[in-house]
Nanobody
């Protein structure tokens, strides 16, 4: 069983920064690609960023490219999302996810490719 626990969300003014963390347990963390998604009220869950098991490859949604940075520390079983230059449209619940496959080629970006999810952390950006 994989457990993912997010932290670091909060209220911030537009232009500010936040750093989200996702602590993982229960699996060979360093073999799993990890992703961040977000879901705003009344909207579908959308991909934000993902990182390969080694941390050597990353991928971002166009809407956050250049502002957000995903990273991981496999010694601490933790993945991070550094969010800079935040905008009101970034307001959402941010969820951490783990890819259950050790055999996938490439970095997963679709919701159905992730088998484990955290409960999410709220990020609110005021204008």
């Amino acid at each position: 069983q994989v457990q993912l626990v997010e932290s670091g969300g909060g209220l911030v003014q537009a232009g500010g920064s936040l750093r989200l963390s996702c602590a993982a347990s229960g699996r060979t963390f360093s073999r799993s690609a990890m992703g961040w998604f977000r879901q705003a009220p009344g909207k579908e869950r959308e991909f934000v960023a993902a990182i390969s098991g080694s941390g050597g490859s990353t991928y971002y949604a166009d809407s956050v490219k250049g502002r957000f940075t995903i990273s991981r520390d496999n010694a601490k079983n933790t993945v991070y999302l550094q969010m800079n230059s935040l905008k009101p449209e970034d307001t959402a619940v941010y969820l951490c996810a783990a890819d259950p496959s050790f055999l996938r080629v490439g970095i997963p970006t679709l919701v159905y490719e992730y088998g484990y999810w955290g409960q999410g952390t709220q990020v609110t950006v005021s204008s």
